[in-house]
């Protein structure tokens, strides 16, 4: 059996391009245009060209884009004051602070500093509560773009047995509390978890979000089960910088019903579903129905 492949590219594409119809909505009938700072604090090669990608896509969509770059020494007070700043401009709906922060920065403090209606990435302490209490929230974009493409690939999830390998706040947890809210029996799996390639034999729905290249072989994979790699590992092969993701793609592919290839599977979807995200935080701020 060979998997089918998951184009998240390609879905991303179509998700940016429910976004522009949004966009152009919200500018047309209502004279707004939904807005997306993006703070980047220092100088770390790959949250810059993150930040680069957010920016120009988020043009792309309609959308204003506020860049701010601040030096790798500012001190927290004045981040937190861009942020107060930030939070008061009507012209901004969404805010993202790039991680990770200097070491001098407390990162909870400063997440939790930007209003939860304007904390598009969901991870601030309000967002998580009510996500958690299965109220309307910011859901967070990594957990959100994989949700979306199972559910466009498999459907209901109802009953099925989901592992998801990885408990960080800002994939593992918030991805559990995803499928619990879509009535999938969740295990959590972490570093502690004991036989974990049995653990994820069970699965129906195998979500790998660990950060360790090509760790899931394909003979953990329960046969047919839809498989959603979220790990981006730079690693050398034969002379060369090549990106992988947690699951060994090459072996997985013949057991998996269905799999997320890296690069081109989550990635792609994570940005996508920031500018949908900023632009249900605009409706939301303007009292106007928002996206589905
Ligand atoms: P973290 O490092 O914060 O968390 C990794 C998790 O994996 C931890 O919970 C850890 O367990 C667990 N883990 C580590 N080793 C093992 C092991 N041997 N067996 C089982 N579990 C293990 O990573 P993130 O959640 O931030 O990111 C995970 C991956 O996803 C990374 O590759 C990252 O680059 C990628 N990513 C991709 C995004 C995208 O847009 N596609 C967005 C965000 C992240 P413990 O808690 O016990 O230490």
């Known amino acids: ?122 991870f601030h302490i309000s967002n998580v509560g009510l996500l958690g209490t299965g109220q309307k929230s910011m859901v967070p974009c990594t957990p959100l773009g994989s949700l979306m493409m199972l559910r466009d690939h498999l459907g209901s999830l109802s009953g099925k047995d989901a592992v998801v390998i990885g408990r960080s706040n800002i994939v593992g947890k918030p991805m559990a509390q995803l499928l619990l809210g879509e009535s999938c029996t969740v295990t959590i799996a972490h570093s502690r978890t004991k036989d974990l390639p049995d653990v994820v034999r069970r699965a129906d ?18 046969p047919g089960a839809t498989v959603i790699d979220v790990g981006i590992n730079r690693i050398e092969r034969n002379g060369k910088n090549i990106l992988v993701g947690d699951v060994d793609f090459a072996s997985a592919k013949d057991v998996a019903g269905a799999i997320t290839p890296v690069p081109g599977g989550v990635g792609p979807m994570t940005i996508a579903c920031l500018l949908a995200n900023t632009v249900t935080a605009c409706c939301r701020a303007n009292g106007l129905s928002e996206p589905e």
């Open 1 to 122: 059996m060979t998997a089918q492949i998951i184009d998240g590219k390609a879905f991303a594409a179509s998700v940016r391009e429910k976004v522009t119809g949004h966009v152009n909505r919200l500018k047309e009938e209502n004279g707004i245009t939904p807005g997306l700072a993006v703070v980047l604090v220092g100088e770390d090669p790959a949250s810059q060209v993150y930040v680069r990608s957010k920016g120009k896509q988020t043009v792309e969509v309609g959308m204003n884009s506020f860049e701010h770059k601040l030096d790798v020494d500012t001190p927290e007070t004045e981040l937190l004051t861009l942020i107060d700043k930030l939070n008061n401009d009507r012209d901004v709906h969404g805010i993202l602070v790039q991680l990770p922060l200097p070491d001098h920065m407390n990162a909870d403090k400063v997440i939790n500093a930007i209003a939860p209606e304007k904390d598009v990435d969901g």
């Open 205 to 222: 729905i195998v979500i790998a979000a660990v950060g360790r290249p090509e760790m899931v072989p394909g003979d953990w994979i329960k």
